[in-house]
């Protein structure tokens, strides 16, 4: 936490930053020694998409964080406030695609270079409503930086009332738990008006991303594409592994440009969205907003996934890629979508990032298909011949693009896993798409994709076939398989094998002890059915356990797995869910979606570390409809509301130094995970589900990590507590 003379310092250091702004990309704008080390001050000014450090150098840039509204621009002024939401001007995309300001401001020509001023965040070209920009973007701007280098990024909290925190999501953050960025948990929230300067080391290398963990706000945009780029060594290793045992060739690898961070953008702001959701009053999409819904008919039903596992209950209102999509009732050419330049005759390396609230989606790219090559950061065999690839909130896959032509444009496709249940297999999906385009680009004079071409290139574009003679195949399903009707193969996560060796020192054990085996059940327990793992409801402790320790054993409602925990009585079960683990130790964690009486689908994350994935265990499927029939013979519940669970029959795993590592994955409804870390990184880590809904009404819990061994937080670290008078 800053103090004040170190604040005006840094917004000073801002103001001369600023005045060499560029609004597409930033790289180091200045270049100072501190402590004897080589320092690269990155400008990442207002309405810069990417923000990239200088090999060789610590990097130090700046995140300022401010509600503002959808098809606005805002001048930019080099004042010492580094606030954006003013002289804003409203625009909008008429019928022929030309943007048009609505009044009179200084914003009224934006393009306009004498009078700096933002690029208004178009979004879906439908929904005018409060967004929460970084640096005026949503999504905030890419961060590229290297491995291994010292990373100090300074958010400012320019929200009127909301405490914030920023989780660098994938990150281990080794020896360096209170840079997490968990409001309450790693770190106190960030205040209105306030700061925080998170500084970590850049590893390991891949493709992540940061937002918000604090509510509801990355619902709102607070979130953006963080990559790290593998050194000259690691790179060149793996092109050379890629080429000499899988036969591809060197491949282009531009971030800033070739990264795909897909998102659910819904019609209200999150706050209203978990409220509605939480409380059960439910969604009307039929009814303007504003008006009392009078039918109950008219509430929506939560959508179904292809093994009948629930999937949202929240309407789908538009689906966006890097911030830009198009609502169902805008016309291709009032919109903007993301458009991803490559060159005939090149092999490029894509990033998708899973930076949706709820909903996963199926990405396919008109008359190409696609080369998996990693995932959540590490380098995998690849798999050829890909149509589709499916991902998670929270999860992160790289994959290479030949580009073989003929040149034109293609379509970009991001299909939720949403389909129509009625009927008879094969059913449909209900059509809610994520849009872009794949531009074959011409050169430096080349003049883009207007609007008024978009729903052409839809139209002309290759569809992907999938037929019994040529099936489709399908990485990362969320099921054990398609039917046979629908014509695609699956590859699942636990498949998938490791291109590089894992250090011996960071293979678990093959037979992990029993009391370091721990079985946790997402679902909805007791009787207001609230999120839960192993039926205890997750309540955020008044004070953050990594800075202030022994408060937090004092003033936090701490449970753990050995309580008699009754979910229909909430005294039991409403309480902050630790699970205390030793040092450098083996640990196996079982985590299922099993819910008495149906099936739900839960993305789980882990801070702190990556997992091997040993296996993932299914439910049985009906072979005429293919949904789940009961759940996983595996494990059985012993009790009724499923709040603890064994292996039926138990079940030896074998982990080997080529098993796929992630940090996010998919439960299978019906079904399980099987995945082992070793408990070297002391710390209190979260383990969540990532669906932002199931998070935050209490599907989380704390990994204590080696209590005795965890450092002292920096000298001067915000604290929270609770406050009472003494008696």
Not at 267 to 280: C, I
Not at 371 to 391: H, N, Q, R, S
Not at 649 to 673: A, C, H, L, N
Request: one cysteine or more.
């Amino acid at each position: 936490q800053f103090n004040e003379n170190n604040y005006i310092q840094m917004l000073f250091r801002i103001v001369i930053i600023l005045a060499s702004i560029s609004l597409v990309h930033s790289s180091c704008s200045e270049k100072i020694m501190v402590n004897g080390r080589l320092r690269c001050i990155v400008s990442c000014g207002y309405g810069e998409k990417v923000c990239e450090c200088e090999a060789g150098y610590e990097c130090e840039l700046t995140l300022s964080i401010e509600r503002l509204t959808s098809f606005t621009s805002y001048r930019i002024l080099n004042g010492m406030s580094r606030r954006l939401g003013i002289s804003g001007v409203n625009y909008y995309i008429n019928n022929e695609g030309v943007e048009v300001s609505v009044g009179e401001g200084a914003c009224s020509d934006y393009t306009n270079n004498a009078i700096q001023c933002t690029e208004p965040n178009w979004i879906d070209g439908s929904n005018y409503r409060s967004v929460i920009a970084v640096n005026g973007l949503v999504p905030g701007p890419t961060i590229v930086v290297d491995e291994d280098a010292t990373v100090i990024i300074n958010v400012l909290n320019r929200l009127l009332s909301d405490g914030v925190s920023v989780h660098w999501h994938g990150l281990r953050q080794f020896n360096t738990p209170w840079m997490d960025g968990v409001g309450l948990i790693t770190q106190c929230n960030i205040g209105a008006f306030t700061s925080f300067q998170y500084k970590y080391i850049a590893a390991p290398s891949g493709t992540y991303w940061y937002h918000s963990h604090s509510g509801t706000q990355r619902a709102d945009g607070l979130f953006g594409i963080l990559i790290i780029r593998e050194s000259t060594e690691r790179i060149n290793t793996a092109k050379m592994n890629l080429a000499t045992n899988f036969g591809i060739g060197n491949f282009i690898d531009t971030p800033g440009e070739h990264s795909l961070a897909l998102t659910d953008w819904y019609r209200e702001e999150g706050d209203v969205v978990y409220h509605n959701d939480n409380s059960e009053i439910g969604f009307y999409p039929l009814i303007p907003l504003g008006d009392l819904p009078l039918a109950l008919s008219a509430a929506f039903e939560d959508t179904r996934t292809f093994d009948n596992s629930d999937i949202s209950p929240v309407p789908f209102f538009s689906g966006l890629i890097n911030g830009l999509g198009r609502h169902e009732t805008v016309l291709y050419n009032q919109t903007r979508l993301s458009i991803f330049n490559i060159e005939l005759g090149n092999l490029y390396r894509f990033r998708l990032i899973g930076s949706m609230g709820i909903l996963p989606y199926r990405l396919s790219i008109s008359g190409h298909k696609l080369i998996v090559i990693a995932t959540d950061g590490y380098f995998v065999e690849p798999v050829k011949e890909v149509d589709y690839l499916i991902i998670h909130a929270g999860e992160r896959y790289d994959f290479i693009l030949n580009a073989t032509g003929p040149e034109r444009d293609y379509w970009i496709e991001a299909n939720t896993m949403e389909i129509n249940i009625t009927g008879e297999a094969p059913y449909e999906t209900l059509g809610h798409l994520a849009e872009g385009i794949l531009h074959y680009s011409s050169g430096p004079s080349d003049p883009g994709v207007p609007s008024s071409r978009y729903e052409e290139i839809k139209q002309t574009s290759p569809p992907t076939e999938c037929t019994a003679q040529s099936p489709c195949l399908a990485v990362n399903c969320p099921f054990e398989y398609f039917l046979p009707v629908y014509n695609i193969n699956c590859i699942n996560a636990h498949e998938l094998v490791l291109l590089e060796e894992t250090p011996r020192e960071e293979v678990p054990d093959n037979d992990p002890t029993d009391a370091n085996t721990y079985f946790l059940n997402f679902n909805f327990a007791g009787e207001s059915g609230s999120s839960t793992i192993n039926g205890r409801n997750f309540i955020f402790p008044p004070v953050a356990p990594v800075v202030q320790r022994d408060l937090f054993n004092d003033q936090a409602n701490i449970c753990d797995n050995s309580i008699s925990c009754d979910p229909f009585n909430i005294d039991d079960c409403l309480c902050t869910h630790v699970l205390t683990l030793e040092y450098n130790q083996t640990i196996q964690l079982v985590v299922s979606s099993i819910q008495p009486g149906d099936h739900f689908l839960h993305p789980l994350h882990i801070h702190g570390h990556t997992f091997q994935l040993l296996k993932v265990g299914y439910p049985a499927y009906n072979s005429s409809t293919g949904f789940a029939m009961g759940d996983t013979p595996d494990l059985t519940c012993e009790n009724e509301a499923c709040t603890s669970l064994s292996f039926t029959t138990p079940q030896p795993f074998e982990v080997t130094d080529k098993t796929v590592r992630k940090d996010s994955v998919m439960i299978p409804g019906g079904g399980y995970v099987v995945l082992r870390f070793i408990s070297d990184n002391p710390g209190a880590w979260f383990l969540h589900c990532h669906i932002m809904n199931h998070e935050l009404e209490g599907m989380t819990l704390i990994l204590d990590e080696a209590p005795i061994n965890q450092n002292s937080p920096p000298e001067g670290l915000a604290q929270c507590q609770n406050f009472l008078f003494p008696d």
